[in-house]
């Protein structure tokens, strides 16, 4: 079974911190996502990468980064949070290269209050 | 853009019965549309998949149709079971680049 794990199920962050999320798969998956999920929106691609050091923005970037140092850990910055980045945060992976993309493994998701 | 939707943002059904749930794409280049299920504080889930040539896909107790003219996809659950309660989202997949999710149905089954 993939796993895909993400460092904190629940975190409270105040406005202007520097945010860290954790992202481990242990499948050797070459695509890993960060996704931020809210009510009504569905969920909004942030950042992906399809390889080690590798990354490429998503549909709403602005206020983040990513590291890709490690193929099975994808990190997810948050430079200064800011109180609208208060969301469920999932992280997610998959197999396939940059061609046609398999399903997605998802995390659990972390959810993100600043405050 | 690409605007993935569904038609309705909650769903009640009997225990038992099927359950149909929808999601419109506008895209036509789309190859690739994938169903998933998101249980109550869990990540989402796979359930089945469609490719574009297809019309039709039957896993166990599910199905998902695929209409190409008017660009709209179905998830059919058979005898729905309090287990299947759950927000159901479509998403459309054509490269890394080309993700689009659905905002999602909240199924609840009924007793």
């Known amino acids: 079974d993939v796993k895909v794990t993400q460092s904190s199920r629940y975190l409270v962050k105040r406005t202007g911190e520097k945010v860290f999320l954790e992202c481990v798969q242990d499948m050797d998956h070459e695509n890993m996502f960060w996704y931020r999920q809210d009510p009504g929106l569905g969920l909004r691609l942030i950042y992906f990468?399809?390889?080690?050091?590798?990354?490429e923005k998503g549909d709403i970037p602005e206020g983040y980064s990513v590291s890709r140092e490690k193929k099975e850990r994808f990190s997810l910055i948050l430079e200064s949070a800011s109180t609208n980045q208060t969301s469920m945060y999932l992280c997610a992976s998959t197999l396939r290269g940059r061609g046609l993309l398999h399903e997605q493994y998802f995390g659990p998701g972390t959810r993100l209050t600043v405050t | 853009g690409e605007n993935v939707g569904l038609h309705l943002p909650t769903l009640s059904v009997q225990e038992g019965d099927n359950s149909i749930i929808n999601c419109a794409y506008s895209n036509s280049a789309s190859d690739y549309f994938i169903w998933y299920k998101q249980e109550s504080g869990k990540g989402p889930q796979f359930i089945i998949d469609?490719?574009?040539?297809?019309d039709k896909r039957q896993g166990q107790r599910v199905t998902v149709l695929l209409n190409k003219t008017v660009k709209h996809l179905s998830l059919q659950i058979a005898a729905t079971q309090p287990g299947d309660s759950a927000v159901y989202f479509c998403e459309r997949a054509g490269s890394a680049r080309q993700l689009t999710f659905g905002s999602g149905t909240q199924l609840t089954v009924l007793p």
């Open positions: 990468s399809y390889d080690v050091k590798m990354k």
């Open positions: 469609i490719r574009s040539n297809m």
